[in-house]
């Protein structure tokens, strides 16, 4: 069974900065593109910021300038550095990766259960 452990959220100031971390494991043959999404309660799941296998980036446009994603291949991590917070930020941050667990499978979206960022003062 694939996993996906999301780790690093918490409270912080607006115009603070937090690191988020997520770890895939389990049966994983390979891993394409991995991702960061967020949900704000009455709000549709948004995307984030998301990273293909050689290390391509795109963010979303609210985001841009602050937020930074990263992974590391070698330990199926992914990151996302977040400075500047604001109020608007707050949301449960999800990591999402389309993951191949079998020679003769497809890929498929694999989700973590979300870390919280609340940004208050």
């Known amino acids: 069974q694939v996993q996906l452990v999301e780790s690093g959220g918490g409270l912080v100031q607006p115009g603070g900065s937090l690191r988020l971390s997520c770890a895939a494991s389990?049966?994983?043959?390979?891993?394409?593109?991995m991702g960061w999404y967020r949900q704000a309660p009455g709000k549709e799941r948004e995307l984030v910021a998301v990273?293909?296998?050689?290390?391509?980036?795109n963010y979303a446009d609210s985001v841009k300038g602050r937020f930074t994603i990263s992974r590391d291949n070698a330990k199926n991590a992914l990151y996302l550095q977040m400075n500047n917070l604001k109020p608007e930020d707050t949301a449960l941050y999800y990591c999402?990766?389309?993951?191949?667990?079998?020679?003769?499978?497809?890929?498929?979206?694999?989700w973590g259960q979300g870390t919280q960022v609340t940004v208050s003062s």
């Open positions: 389990g049966s994983i043959l390979s891993i394409n593109d």
């Open positions: 990273t293909t296998r050689d290390g391509t980036t």
């Open positions: 999402n990766a389309k993951i191949l667990i079998s020679s003769w499978a497809n890929f498929y979206n694999y």
